[in-house]
């Protein structure tokens, strides 16, 4: 890359920001949808292969190569820029995505989710980089608060669209209509980014790796990876628990267990705010307040757990206490990261896809729903305290941040 396109003569505040934020706000919510997809297409991709490791082929290895891709891309990123990895890394996966559609067998299903895994991390912790640099200051934690809404969104909409797309017109096309949308994409983000300046001089690639080591080793970084950890963890166990449970105790059938999980959509529109929140309270009283907020709500949840509408209740302001956590969280990395913060949102991604593949072994624990609930809570009550812990001596902000 030459010189000039690593300083190139950008004046950031006087840039658009509505374009590139709806874009990447588009792109993630794409993006994403293609980890949650797999709970509904694997037993319909093994009645059709004659496949009983479906569920592994589409989520396992996915899944594994996702979380690899995070502490891969994101010091790429720091090293080239943001846009030379968003833009080809969305192409390619437009690529993995069209030839899933037309797998032979479940171990080429397998192969090409773990390219399709890797490709898709390109995207999460770059595209929060690339709004912490590229964006006006003012438009910082709104678009770091869109884009995570985007995020939660996903999960509930991924698995939406791939049970419709698939009962109506089979599994293949749940990845064909998509791929199509991820070339669009590429174009878009081509089309849209700039190129932000790099804020230090270039290094070496392997010196970028190194510095994953180190900023894990910081305790005001390391604590807040740690917290991390619960969030998507108490996420995805909640709501694993919670569909067998509406169906063997209140009778709901898949689709009524599906508006169940849409209602926690609303929750989400928290996350937008967050990022004035932000700005108002700081991002360690936010996550704080998200965390507790998740906590409580859980407690209710376990507390009341006979009655439908308390449950559905419940979860709507879990979500929407996990809605305040993720945006605060990653203002709060991005802000103590420095230039390093690609590689920095890379561990992030990470520590919160670790507690993500935890969640779904939650229903195979003997203690009950209420009991796994409580359990839950004090996960989160934990992830507040190591917030707190992490932030003695105040936020300590770098420059540059979102």
């Known amino acids: 890359m030459s010189a000039k396109l690593r300083t190139p003569l950008i004046d950031v505040e006087s840039t658009p920001a509505a374009a590139p934020l709806a874009i990447l706000v588009i792109c993630a919510l794409l993006v994403l949808m293609q980890l949650y997809l797999a709970i509904p297409l694997s037993p319909i991709l093994s009645e059709d292969l004659a496949a009983g490791?479906?569920?592994?082929?589409?989520?396992?290895?996915?899944?594994?190569?996702?979380?690899?891709?995070?502490?891969?891309?994101?010091?790429?990123?720091?090293?080239?820029?943001?846009?030379?990895?968003?833009?080809?890394?969305?192409?390619?996966?437009?690529?993995?995505?069209?030839?899933?559609?037309?797998?032979?067998?479940?171990?080429?299903v397998a192969g090409l989710r773990a390219a399709q895994g890797l490709l898709a991390s390109s995207f999460a912790a770059v595209a929060l980089a690339y709004v912490g640099e590229a964006l006006p200051r003012r438009w910082r934690s709104t678009g770091v608060g869109a884009v995570a809404t985007a995020f939660l969104v996903a999960g509930i909409v991924g698995q939406v669209y791939a049970q419709v797309v698939a009962h109506a017109l089979g599994w293949r096309w749940v990845f064909g209509l998509a791929a199509p949308a991820f070339a669009l994409c590429a174009i878009g983000l081509h089309v849209v980014l700039i190129q932000p300046p790099l804020d230090r001089p270039p290094a070496r690639l392997a010196q970028r790796y190194r510095e994953l080591a180190a900023l894990a080793r910081q305790p005001r970084l390391g604590l807040v990876y740690a917290a991390s950890c619960t969030v998507l963890l108490s996420f995805v166990a909640m709501y694993a628990t919670l569909g067998p449970l509406l169906q063997t105790r209140f009778g709901l059938d898949h689709g009524e267990v599906l508006l169940v999980r849409l209602a926690g959509l609303p929750g989400m529109v928290l996350s937008p705010l967050a990022g004035w929140l932000v700005g108002r309270f700081g991002a360690t009283r936010v996550s704080v307040m998200g965390f507790v907020v998740a906590a409580a709500s859980l407690f209710f949840e376990a507390v009341t757990a006979a009655s439908l509408w308390s449950l559905v209740l419940g979860?709507?302001?879990?979500?929407?206490?996990?809605?305040?956590?993720?945006?605060?969280?990653?203002?709060?990395?991005?802000?103590?990261?420095?230039?390093?913060?690609?590689?920095?949102?890379?561990?992030?991604?990470?520590?919160?896809?670790?507690?993500?593949?935890?969640?779904?072994?939650?229903?195979?624990?003997?203690?009950?729903?209420?009991?796994?609930?409580?359990?839950?809570?004090?996960?989160?009550?934990?992830?507040?305290?190591?917030?707190?812990?992490?932030?003695?001596?105040?936020?300590?902000?770098?420059?540059?941040?979102?």
Do not use: N, Q, W
């Not at 072994?361 to 992490?390: E, N």
């Open 53 to 108: 490791d479906a569920a592994v082929a589409l989520g396992t290895v996915y899944s594994l190569a996702y979380g690899l891709g995070f502490v891969i891309f994101g010091p790429l990123s720091d090293r080239f820029g943001r846009k030379a990895v968003l833009v080809p890394g969305m192409a390619a996966l437009a690529v993995a995505t069209a030839a899933l559609s037309l797998a032979p067998s479940v171990g080429v």
């Open 315 to 402: 979860s709507a302001v879990f979500v929407a206490g996990i809605a305040a956590v993720v945006p605060a969280m990653i203002t709060l990395i991005a802000s103590r990261a420095g230039p390093a913060r690609g590689g920095a949102l890379g561990l992030s991604g990470l520590a919160l896809f670790i507690g993500a593949s935890v969640g779904p072994l939650a229903p195979d624990l003997p203690i009950g729903f209420s009991g796994l609930l409580v359990c839950l809570a004090s996960l989160l009550l934990l992830g507040a305290a190591l917030i707190t812990l992490s932030s003695r001596g105040g936020e300590g902000s770098m420059p540059c941040a979102p």
